[in-house]
């Protein structure tokens, strides 16, 4: 059993848990958190006067699924949530601890 991590943009969480529909996943946990990585931080406009907000919205999905099936798992996470830009998120996969 492998649990696969993916921290991926809030818009794109509907897309991906329809591709996982049908994928081997023995268990999903769905979470909102904020982070943020090389794209750092964003400005955004609040009565009128520009402010940074240090850390972007994200969503993370944990998923455990069989060995043999993580990376079918993660091609299919891939395929919907990877556009090409900075910040579309990051995928890990860790071992079960025994």
């Not at 991926?8 to 897309?15: A, G, M, T």
């Not at 848990?17 to 943020?36: F, M, N, S």
């Not at 919205?57 to 299919?76: N, S």
């Amino acid at each position: 059993m492998k649990q696969v991590i993916a921290v991926i943009k809030p818009y794109l969480v509907e897309k991906v848990l329809d591709a996982l529909r049908h994928a081997p996943i023995e268990a999903c946990e769905v979470h909102e958190v904020k982070g943020y990585g090389r794209q750092k931080s964003y400005l955004d406009a609040y009565r009128g006067s520009e402010y940074s907000l240090a850390y972007l919205p994200k969503v993370e999905l944990t998923l455990w699924v069989d060995d043999l099936r993580a990376e079918e798992v993660v091609r299919a996470i891939n395929g919907v949530a990877r556009t090409g830009r900075m910040g579309d998120g990051k995928i890990f996969i860790i071992p079960e601890a025994r």
